[in-house]
């Protein structure tokens, strides 16, 4: 295991090394960084800008949702929406609204500022660095929303919605102030929303600026000022904290664990960890041999060594698993996590007699974890007959290759943008789901379909999550693609140096962070 390690982390290193075109930045005027000034770092640019659905992430703290997620049990929360009533067996939702709460314009929100975001999301379906922004996804059956009073929403809806809740939460109801939404479905200049920190400047591809909102509702920001640069490569995000020329990292893939547990030694940072969104799985092209045969991909499933991976290239940094709902979700169902290399090898011989057959494998070429895991898979499915070549490629290059289906394998992820797991389900395993076809899955279920049209109407709440429980149950016996393991999110930062900075689900306690 000691030598896998090892292994993996000079893998990781050259990988990086080679990357250092991407990670190498322009600093920050120096009036941007003073000295009063926390500097951090993700690996990408987490403020996008106006042709972005959402123009940055919500771990920045500049918009709120409507519903949040409570972070220890992932069911919806209260935010900007206080309080709420089902009515109607779900056909009407009504929200009361916080009061005295204030943009950062100055401009109060009230429930006509929450029905013109709702008109304005349903201009086109945006696309995002995060996730995809559409209200028909978000609010499906929506037929409208209007203002009661200041405070209240009222919502109505074709049909029953018993989950409402869910699809709203974090990215399905972010509200922003009107004078920064344009009349295209865009942003006209920054951001404006409620939260506890506002954009000050922000340029494209280098760094993003927060301020604390000096009237925020709530409790405060503790910092004054938070830089967040966009450093792509991980060796250079980890040279930037050993100069301390950045004070911790944030966001997905924040820090690889070989790199994380390198940095732990130096008794000036800290890591922090938590549960996350994430699920990281092997996609598989179901619209061409070998893998449209459902006995090949669970030959797949149960050749892998889950507990090897996640022990040897994640550090114990991540859960392995067969299902492909994020562990974050309320509806999530756990799944014994197999396997059994003689019934591996027996259905794949099943499937290809005594014949090899060459398969491509991508990956993306600037995920060194995922190559360095691509190497072990690989040799792993020799035993099946099957000779993998690797393909690294470019982000863009790779969702191509993919849509095409120019592939055999490939290795994604997903997150959990809501609650609501009729997102992912909908996504991955209703042959019109656009994962199913972005990916080439080329799945269908009669079953898995019957039940995701009932899901749309079914108002009891214990027989939808009967009907969730079906549905995961089913993907994990056929394996439409097949889940490796849940990621932890890992922050690393320095201890010495600040304080309050600890992982979330997704991101970290920005608000709570300062100076020590």
């Known amino acids: 295991m000691r030598f896998l390690r090892v292994l993996f982390l000079l893998m990781l290193l050259a990988v990086t090394a080679g990357c250092g075109q991407g990670g190498e930045q322009r600093s920050p005027s120096a009036a941007a960084a003073d000295d009063d000034t926390i500097v951090l770092a993700a690996y990408r640019q987490l403020a996008p800008g106006e042709n972005d659905g959402y123009y940055c992430s ?33 056909r009407v939702w009504v929200f009361h609204l916080r009061p005295r709460v204030r943009f950062h314009d100055g401009t109060p929100l009230t429930a006509q500022v929450v029905v013109a975001n709702l008109d304005w999301m349903a201009k086109e379906p945006r696309s995002t660095a995060f996730y995809s922004r559409s209200r028909k996804n978000y609010y499906p059956n929506l037929v409208r929303a209007e203002a009661v009073d200041d405070l209240t929403v ?43 920190f506002r954009i000050i400047e922000n340029v494209k591809d280098q760094y993003v600026l927060l301020e604390r909102n000096e009237d925020y509702y709530g409790a405060k920001a503790r910092a004054h000022r938070i830089m967040v640069r966009s450093i792509p490569s991980p060796d250079v995000r980890f040279a930037a904290l050993k100069a301390e020329e950045i004070m911790g990292v944030l966001d997905l893939n924040a820090m690889p664990p070989v790199l994380a547990d390198e940095l732990a030694q130096d008794e000036r940072f800290a890591v922090s960890t938590s549960r996350s969104i994430m699920v990281r799985y092997l996609a598989m092209n179901g619209t061409r041999p070998p893998f449209d045969d459902v006995r090949m991909r669970r030959a797949v499933s149960l050749l892998l060594d889950r507990r090897l991976l996640v022990a040897a290239l994640y550090l114990g940094y991540a859960t392995p698993t067969v299902n492909l709902l994020s562990i974050s979700s309320p509806f999530y169902k756990e799944f014994p996590v197999e396997q059994d290399v003689a019934e591996a090898k027996r259905l794949a011989h099943e499937v290809l007699g005594d014949e090899r057959r060459e398969i491509v494998y991508c990956v ?5 974890i995922a190559k360095g895991e691509a190497e072990l898979i690989a040799y792993w499915l020799a035993d099946l007959g099957l000779d993998v070549r690797i393909a690294a490629l470019e982000s863009p290059m790779m969702t191509a290759v993919m849509r095409r289906g120019d592939y055999d394998i490939a290795r994604s992820q997903q997150g959990l943008p809501s609650g609501d797991p009729l997102y992912v389900f909908d996504g991955f395993f209703s042959p019109k789901g656009t994962r199913n076809r972005a990916l080439s899955l080329g799945y269908d279920n009669p079953e898995i379909d019957d039940l995701l049209i009932k899901l749309n109407t079914e108002p009891d709440e214990g027989k939808r999550r ?51």
């Open 364 to 368: 993306n070429g600037a995920d060194p």
């Open 58 to 90: 919500k771990i920045l703290g500049v918009w709120e949702p409507l519903i949040t997620a409570d972070e220890e049990t992932g069911a919806p929360a209260p935010c900007l929406a206080a309080s709420w009533e089902m009515l109607d067996e779900g």
């Open 154 to 196: 009222r919502m109505t809806f074709s049909q029953p919605n018993i989950n409402q809740l869910y699809n709203m939460m974090n990215f399905g109801s972010p509200i922003y102030a009107p004078s920064c939404l344009a009349d295209d479905g865009n942003f006209s200049g920054a951001a404006i929303g409620t939260g506890p």
């Open 466 to 516: 009967a009907m969730f429980d079906r549905i995961q149950a089913i993907s994990v016996e056929e394996q439409p693609l097949v889940p490796l393991y849940f990621d932890e999110n890992i922050v690393v930062y320095n201890a010495a140096r600040l304080t309050g900075y600890r992982a979330l689900r997704y991101g970290v306690s920005l608000a709570e962070v300062a100076w020590k």
